[in-house]
């Protein structure tokens, strides 16, 4: 019951900042929380970072931990992911997620794709060196 929408994305140069947005519209249990995965070119989907505001819990990849941030405006009923310090690897089509009811209610911020039932379109993210 839950739509998702990406946006922010665009072209950067390596070292710049880039906030995408998540907006969420339907409120279920779903909206308890939210992952972001991104797929590179010729690459596998892969997890960055997922949250469960349900059971305050929040896991981050190593490739970007200490550089991404996950936070939301429930007034908005937007979830974001601000990308600091982008490197050129970081280059992907980015994508929220929606897990399965189950996780929200247990509150665990799962980094497994397959436990996901809900994405969105994705938003090109590209970074130059």
């Known amino acids: 019951q839950v739509q998702l929408v990406e946006s922010g994305g665009g072209s950067v140069q390596a070292g710049d900042s880039l906030r995408l947005s998540c907006a969420a519209s339907g409120r279920t249990l779903s909206t308890l929380g939210i992952g972001w995965f991104r797929q590179a070119p010729g690459k596998e989907r892969e997890f960055v970072t997922a949250?469960?505001?349900?059971?305050?819990?929040?896991r981050y990849a190593e490739s970007v931990k200490d550089r991404f941030t996950i936070s939301r405006d429930t007034a908005k009923n937007t979830v974001y992911l601000q990308m600091n310090s982008l490197k050129p690897e970081d280059t992907a089509v980015y994508y929220c997620?929606?897990?399965?009811?189950?996780?929200?209610?247990?509150?665990?911020?799962?980094?497994?794709?397959?436990?996901?039932?809900?994405w969105g379109q994705g938003t090109q993210v590209t970074v130059s060196s």
């Open positions: 949250v469960s505001w349900n059971g305050g819990n929040t």
């Open positions: 997620a929606a897990p399965k009811a189950i996780y929200a209610l247990l509150g665990i911020p799962t980094a497994d794709a397959k436990q996901y039932d809900r």
